[in-house]
């Protein structure tokens, strides 16, 4: 079924913690291959952050432009913790969260073959579950729900990165042109099992960041689009 086609193409394009001041980060780097239609550029920033242990951290952020649409990948300088929420808030819009490959492979599938349970850490979230109960209801229609899918749920996190692709990106756009902060949470992941003393709040990091240069520069490099 074609929401399964696109959920492969997504996934293969792609306590309380010290937080960083809401900076700019420095564009590094733009690169563009292809021509007219064909072109995509990638533009790169390095965003260092102190974390809650008394360390430095860093995210390597990089914008993708081609005539689709805009998209946002984070990589991370150590594992996260897949188990645990990964979200980003941008002032003014309700925080996005983050899946894995396995989450939105089981939503794809309820979609096309009706809902499935689970109930290990791959359960799907309560988000999905009203998502599932407004298709199922037809409050949003068979045809739609594949693109709809996608405008909510297309954030992926890996081990050492995320993706935020067309839909939730054009929902953040405007905001993110405002020069509203943006703020990242995740957990990394710890570096062995855990101990009689181990305290997980310490693992838990939050970045705040501002992305304006970033698409101003592909503003520039792309100036039609």
Known sequence: ?????????????????????????????????????????????????????????????????????????????????????????????????????????????????????????????????RFLTQVAERAIADEDAGPEMLRRFAAIKEPRRIGLTCGPMERLMPLIRSDRPLRLEFQRQANSATQVYHWPRLDRRTVEFRLGGLLEALDRAMPGS
Do not use: H
Request: charged share 15%; proline share 8%.
């Open 1 to 129: 079924m074609t929401r399964r086609i696109g959920l492969f193409l997504l996934v293969a394009g792609l306590g309380t913690a010290t937080s960083a001041l809401a900076v700019e980060a420095p564009v590094s780097d733009t690169v563009c291959a292809g021509e007219g239609a064909g072109q995509r550029c990638t533009v790169s920033a390095v965003q260092p952050f102190a974390d809650n242990r008394g360390g430095l951290g860093e995210l390597s952020i990089s914008a993708v432009r081609d005539a689709a649409c805009t998209s946002l990948y984070i990589v991370f300088d150590e594992p996260i913790a897949l188990a645990r929420p990964v979200t980003l808030t941008v002032d003014g819009a309700p925080s996005q969260r983050f899946y894995t490959p396995r989450q939105l492979s089981d939503l794809a599938n309820a979609l096309d073959d009706g809902p499935q349970t689970g109930t290990g850490p791959e359960a799907g979230p309560p988000e999905f579950t």
